[in-house]
């Protein structure tokens, strides 16, 4: 839960490419 509310934090450039890479981190 953490980790979406830091990467809401973040810039809307690029968050979508740190989310992708925290989902896979988190899917695997």
Not at 3 to 17: A, D, W
Request: proline fraction near 4%; avoid cysteine.
């Amino acid at each position: 839960m953490s980790l979406q509310i830091g990467i809401v934090g973040l810039p809307n450039v690029g968050k979508s490419t740190v989310f992708n890479a925290l989902t896979k981190a988190g899917a695997t």
